[in-house]
């Protein structure tokens, strides 16, 4: 739309050619600066006539033409190449008349910018003083294209510098087509944030029937707003709530948001609430709340369309505070936790509040040894039920937990570390198991206190490492390496295991016994150049709220110059192949039903055999593939394979996690105390991701999915596909999105989306179906 002048002035310069002449202060009135590339004369005593290029500042201000008669030394008259700049704005054009005194004047055939982003094209534009411009049968938009993507026709607009543009007669269009009509339209000129109402969103939910949003944007000074928002459901009634954004110091965000339905489907009111926030302190400490509440789990399918919150199996509220130096952190932390389980129970498990304290490996003095520690103080708070049984404990919990190593390397490709831990837990409180008669799980909670020591030693043996360099230049080169391992560890088996309320990870270690770890690595190394941050694209995007797709880390378009230094080079890993096995002395670690009859037949104090492999040619290629050998079965148990592509314009993602139902699981005693097993079944995920952009990166396609497949149940299906295309420029983005999702309980949901934002305007359409 904008199309600036370049002045006489820089395009004599850029040719080599002497400045133009200045006249002096005395021949017209002090406070003119009057620059001339031609011929010009004096008419009178204040009257002049420049026949070429000129160029006069007047106050902060600039005119330039190709002509240009001034009189009285304040009234201009131009024509040919107008070009007005004042305070950041400019106005060009064909013919101008001005009042220098007044800073008034017209510019006709006008093409202007204020600001950074508003611009319009008009068959007269009005300059009236410092802040006002008005625009008569004018085309306004944010775009730059030559035929803007989208614009406002206005038969006359009002626009006031760093305040607002009052637009009439103002018609929506895309390109030349005419898409919306209003009678009338403010639109915000300025950088910093602005009051009024954002356009209306339309929604549709089979449940709740089909709504509208209207939603309040207040700014509160520099360092906060407010969005109110009003909600009718044509089913479900009327809702409403907001949201509170602050910037509590130069350091940290917060926001407040709550929404509240008198849900006519559900008959009750429903309700949402979270506090978020996050601040740096000079002192090293970190803050961070993220407290939510809601009235019922069916909220989130209900009214939330993100997937992480619809499929929420908990409820989570905590607060922290965090502090890390050279060797201790320290984390403070207060958690409440609600978690809905598959028949319809729930636990609350809250801890009020946590002290923990860590210490990095560090090296104790002059001594050879290395410290490491975990420890933490808890009052916790347990209601409801655990793995079927009710549960109300209110307890505290101390633990402590010192490592201490001996890194040893008698020679360069043998490596030694012995290791000793030791493990004091105490419980105020301790539980007591059982089943009742018709088999169901029971718990008592006893006040009797609760101790647990836990000792830990092992080995950890690498080597003799083994290697060979091949290869000539640096980039060809590469490093073979064999690195055998074995490792022994001891710790000591706490038979009280059964008294333990449990919690977190912390009160589910409880030992091992004798265990020997023994495998294999084998790696390749190589030189790669190092990965450079790549420049940003050169078209600007405008988000406008909309999140892209994942192509940021794609390649530039752009080839590097040729004359650009090359990346050094570094030595990375581009392939590894690891087999573990592991043997217990205390137990089976291997069970097999040969037969499938429910019975375990074979037994074996030999673990299946691990086998880790990856390759990773490049830093956007990557590929990972886990495997176990079950040996009883002559068999592979299972396969885990994941990788990705990444390319100038192209992504892949997949991850497949295969079972193959050799192994067994123990569901419980019979009526003797003797455990039983169940076979597991063939089961097969496969998560896919691929996407791709085209048009200099402004279309972009993605397709994401999960595949499900149950060979003994004779199911397969997809329980979750988005299909999704977004198209970005400078100054507009529309996204076009479907979301299907088939959640356990049965429960089938289709999700359609279609969402226009232009920018400087926000979002003009929202449609969710």
């Known amino acids: 739309m904008l199309v600036p002048v370049v002045s006489a002035e820089a395009d004599v310069a850029e040719r080599g050619e002497p400045g133009p002449p200045e006249l002096s202060r005395d ?13 010009w004369r004096q008419t009178a005593e204040r009257d002049y006539v420049f026949d070429g290029p000129v160029s006069i500042a007047w106050r902060g201000s600039r005119i330039q033409a190709d002509r240009l008669s001034l009189s009285q030394g304040r009234f201009i008259e131009a024509d040919g190449n107008v070009l007005l700049v004042w305070e950041g704005n400019r106005i060009s054009g064909r013919r101008l008349t001005y009042d220098l005194e007044s800073e008034t004047g017209t510019i006709e055939d006008a093409e202007g910018q204020v600001r950074d982003d508003f611009l319009f094209r008009a068959v007269r534009a009005e300059k009236d003083g410092r802040d006002t411009v008005r625009v008569h049968e004018a085309r306004v938009t944010t775009c730059t294209q030559p035929i803007p993507y989208w614009s406002f026709a206005v038969s006359s607009a009002t626009i006031r510098v760093d305040q ?36 209306p969103e339309f929604h549709s939910s089979e449940k709740l029937g089909y709504s509208i949003e209207q939603q309040l944007f207040v700014p509160i000074g520099r360092s906060a707003d407010v969005t109110l928002l009003g909600t009718y459901y044509t089913r479900a009634g009327f809702g409403g709530g907001g949201e509170f954004r602050f910037l509590p110091g130069q350091s940290g965000t917060g926001r407040l948001a709550g929404f509240y339905i008198d849900d006519q489907v559900a008959g009750r009111g429903r309700y949402s609430a979270t506090y978020q926030q996050t601040r740096e302190f000079r002192n090293g400490f970190r803050m961070v709340a993220d407290l939510n509440h809601v009235s019922d789990f069916d909220y989130y399918s ?72 975990e420890s933490s103080i808890a009052s916790i708070r347990q209601s ?87 290869g000539g230049t640096d980039e060809r080169r590469f490093k073979h390496s064999f690195e055998p391992r074995i490792s022994y560890g001891y710790a000591s088996v706490f038979d009280e295991r059964d008294r333990v ?52 880390r794609a390649e530039p378009l752009d080839p590097p110059a040729k004359d650009a230094p090359a990346a050094p080079l570094e030595s990375l890993e581009i392939a590894s192949l690891e087999i573990l096995q592991s043997r217990s002395f205390d137990e089976d670690l291997s069970r097999a039903d040969l037969d499938g009859d429910g019975i375990v037949e074979a037994k074996s104090p030999f673990s299946p055999i691990q086998v880790v492999g990856r390759f990773n040619p490049d830093a956007k290629t990557t590929l990972d593939a886990r495997t176990t050998y079950d040996f009883l079965h002559d068999a592979f148990r299972d396969l885990t394979l994941s990788g990705g592509i990444r390319r100038r314009l192209a992504i892949a993602r997949l991850s497949l996690v295969y079972r193959n139902g050799l192994g067994v699981t123990q569901t419980g005693t019979d009526a003797l105390g003797m455990p039983i097993f169940v076979q597991n079944g063939d089961t097969t995920q496969v998560r896919f991701t ?40 400078q100054c507009c983005a529309f996204l076009l999105e479907r979301l299907s999702r088939d959640y356990a309980s049965g429960v089938d949901r289709d999700d359609y989306y279609f969402r226009v934002d232009l920018s400087g305007i926000g979002k003009i359409f929202d449609v969710k179906y």
């Open 164 to 199: 607002y543009a009052h637009m009439w007669n103002v018609r929506l269009q895309a390109g030349r087509m005419p898409i919306i009509y209003l009678p009338y339209l403010l639109w915000p000129v300025k950088n910093d944030r602005a009051t009024g109402l954002l356009l």
């Open 501 to 552: 309320l449990i919690f977190d990870e912390v009160d589910g270690f409880t030992g091992a016994g004798n265990l020997l770890t023994y495998g294999l690595t084998t790696r390749l190394f190589g030189k790669r150049p190092r990965a450079l941050p790549e420049p940003p694209s050169e078209d600007s995007i405008v988000e406008a709220g909309v999140e892209p797709l994942d192509l940021s």
């Open 302 to 373: 209900d009214f939330e369309r993100d997937l992480q919150l619809v499929s929420l199996p908990s409820i989570v509220a905590r607060l922290e505070l965090s502090r890390n130096g050279k060797w201790v952190s320290m984390n403070a932390r207060e958690l409440r936790r609600t978690q809905l389980f598959s028949d319809g129970t729930e636990l609350l498990q809250q801890s009020l509040p946590e002290i923990e304290w860590r210490g990095r490996s560090r090296k104790l003095g002059r001594t050879p040894l290395y410290l490491s520690f």
């Open 384 to 470: 409801g039920f655990q793995q079927g049984a009710p549960i109300e404990a209110s307890y505290l919990r101390g633990d402590v937990f010192p490592e201490v190593s001996l890194p040893w390397t008698p020679v360069p490709w043998l490596d030694v570390t012995p290791r000793a831990a030791y493990r004091l837990t105490y419980y105020t409180q301790s539980q007591i198991t059982g089943a009742a008669a018709g088999g169901s799980p029971t718990r008592t909670v006893l006040d009797e206190d609760l101790r647990r020591d836990l000792w830990n030693g092992a080995v950890d043996i690498v080597g003799p490492k083994v290697y060979r360099i091949f």
């Open 27 to 39: 021949e017209l009135l002090k406070d003119l600066d009057i620059r001339v590339w031609g011929p």
């Open 690 to 729: 691929t996407g791709f952009s085209a048009y200099q990166r402004k279309l972009s396609v993605l397709v994401d999915g999960v595949f499900d497949s149950d060979p003994s149940a004779g199911a397969s299906h997809l329980p979750e596909r988005r299909w999704r295309v977004q198209y970005r420029t």
